[in-house]
């Protein structure tokens, strides 16, 4: 120690604001050394941490995907549905990695940025294209036979865990999607905004059904206050903007087509989307607190 009572230091190990370091203290001869025992990048963090979310958005409220095993692997079903087949597979795979969490980070600890790039994609192609595109054919399945007979129990059984998983998986890739948007697109520095807020909330829809909210409230120095509420469901989301001012809401709609664009570009499915002008916005924020549901 110096007489100011501080420790002067020396590393051979380089490292970087943000990264996780485990150290020990050895003693020897009057002299304490730090030896690094574990070191991992922010990077390596931060992929982890996203790799865990999205394992633990197959974990809903009822045990879909659990029940959703169990229902692919009656014979009635697979007799049915050669594509219930496939299913158990790529379930197995999904349910090792939520069960075994840890194994995440060893695999990323031994591996190099290339191979993490890769661990991660493959995650997410296993569930985005894989699971993802099975369920949707399951489910277009399901509702071509609807249309012409009633359904045996067993497959009314899958179709909806089929549907709940679904809205899981979709639930994940928009807040995925939200989150991309807010470390691409949102300034650090907007001369414009005065205050703003950002939440998800869930909510109790019809029997069965879960809807999911983003709400972002912006209060922006020259055009006023703007409330978008985007609603979340099964089938896609609906986007509900109200602006203070005439002027800011004529400008939102003149480039609603722009918007509707991006927004299938980037693969999010646009059910509706309503622009309008509404001097009280509070009295909308009201009928959400009230359990109502702003789409057309």
């Not at 650090?188 to 005065?194: K, T």
């Amino acid at each position: 120690a110096t007489q100011k009572g501080k420790l002067q230091a020396t590393t051979t190990t380089t490292l970087k604001a943000g990264s996780m370091v485990r150290l020990r203290a050895e003693v020897s001869r009057g002299q304490l050394t730090l030896r690094v025992i574990e070191y991992r990048s922010l990077e390596e963090l931060l992929l982890e941490k996203k790799i865990k979310s999205l394992l633990q958005s197959l974990k809903p409220e009822g045990g879909s995907l659990k029940q959703l095993v169990s229902v692919s692997k009656e014979g009635s079903v697979k007799a049915l549905l050669p594509e219930s087949i496939k299913l158990e597979s790529i379930i197995k795979s999904i349910e090792t990695l939520i069960e075994n969490p840890e194994d995440i980070k060893e695999t990323i600890r031994q591996s190099g940025i290339l191979l993490e790039s890769h661990l991660k994609h493959n995650i997410k192609d296993l569930i985005d294209q894989d699971l993802k595109a099975n369920l949707l054919k399951i489910k277009s399945h399901l509702e071509d036979m609807a249309k012409e007979k009633a359904l045996p129990e067993a497959l009314k059984s899958l179709k909806e865990s089929t549907e709940r998983l679904l809205q899981t998986i979709e639930y994940f890739q928009f807040k995925s999607k939200m989150n991309d948007a807010l470390q691409l697109f949102l300034p650090y520095v907007w001369r414009e905004l005065e205050d703003g807020s950002l939440e998800f909330r869930r909510q109790r829809g019809s029997p069965k059904k879960l809807l999911y909210h983003c709400i972002i409230k912006l209060n922006l120095i020259n055009h006023g206050k703007l409330l978008v509420i985007v609603t979340q469901e099964a089938e896609g989301i609906h986007i509900s903007m109200f602006s203070e001012k005439t002027k800011l809401g004529e400008l939102l709609q003149k480039q609603s087509g722009l918007l509707k664009k991006r927004l299938v570009e980037s693969g999010i499915r646009l059910k509706n989307l309503t622009i309008e002008q509404q001097k009280r916005l509070e009295l909308v924020e009201r009928s959400l607190e009230k359990g109502l549901t702003i789409r057309a």
